[in-house]
């Protein structure tokens, strides 16, 4: 599917590229600015103006990838879920054309492919893009950064939404030890415990949910001494 022809304006637009290329400046300058002032509907018209006139040139133009980050956020803003896969593929095939794949940007690129895919009840696909930007992240960054933790987190909760629950106790046990030996914060440390509890209460496995609800208890009990305990 031609992403790109969703971002074409009337002629109108079009002709007006033969101004030269401190037009799309102009509108990008333009539509940034509204944003930031809030007038929603004048930036996307600004930014949709000023991919138009760069996509006459080149329809992979890497100057547009402000543009479509802001349209990102509109589209987010105004629930346009359409035009926002539209958006997140054109900004991953901008990055691919420019060779940019082994890149930070290349992660949050996918990373927004996957989440879209993910609220689209998409699980699989959003499974597949998770795990790309896992190993990109991986690579990028090291496997102490915290997005890392957060890769995997997503991960337990594609596997869980398809069915997958041994997947999903691999990546949700692997969260766990990586909040546990790179401990920086008791929210995030009982965050995890309580999803490991009702991961297996949900299934009906209490005896397996104990410990975990055990060790919630003692790392509070721990590093907050003064909350009561409960039975």
């Known amino acids: 599917m031609n992403f790109r022809k969703l971002l074409i304006l009337p002629l109108l637009v079009i002709l007006a590229g033969c101004s030269g290329s ?3 400046q ?9 944003y930031d002032s809030g007038r929603l509907g004048k930036s996307e018209n600004k930014l949709l103006e000023s991919n138009a006139l760069l996509f006459l040139e ?7 990838l402000p543009n479509l980050e802001t349209l990102g956020y509109l589209y987010q803003i105004n629930g346009k879920d359409a035009e926002l896969e539209n958006i997140y593929q054109l900004e991953w095939d901008i990055i691919v054309a420019a060779d940019m794949t082994e890149t930070t940007a290349a992660a949050d690129a996918l990373y927004k492919l996957a989440s879209q895919a993910n609220k689209m ?5 959003a499974d597949s893009l998770y795990l790309r930007v896992l190993e990109l992240d991986r690579k990028l960054l090291g496997s102490s ?13 594609t596997k869980y939404m398809s069915g997958d629950l041994l997947g999903a106790e691999s990546y949700l046990l692997t969260v ?10 008791i929210t995030q440390l009982t965050e995890v415990l309580t999803t490991c ?10 005896a397996a ?23």
């Open 22 to 24: 401190a037009n799309w």
């Open 26 to 34: 102009a509108q990008q300058k333009s539509g940034l600015k509204a």
């Open 58 to 64: 080149n329809p992979l133009d890497q100057r547009a």
């Open 121 to 125: 009840g998409d699980f699989p696909k």
């Open 145 to 157: 950064h915290p997005y890392i933790d957060l890769d995997h987190y997503k991960l337990a909760a």
């Open 176 to 185: 766990l030890d990586l909040r546990s030996n790179n401990f920086t914060d």
């Open 197 to 206: 509890i009702a991961f297996y209460e949900l299934q009906g496995l209490y």
């Open 209 to 231: 949910a104990e410990p975990f609800y055990r060790r919630a208890l003692e790392t509070v009990s721990r590093y907050n001494p003064d909350t009561p305990e409960t039975a």
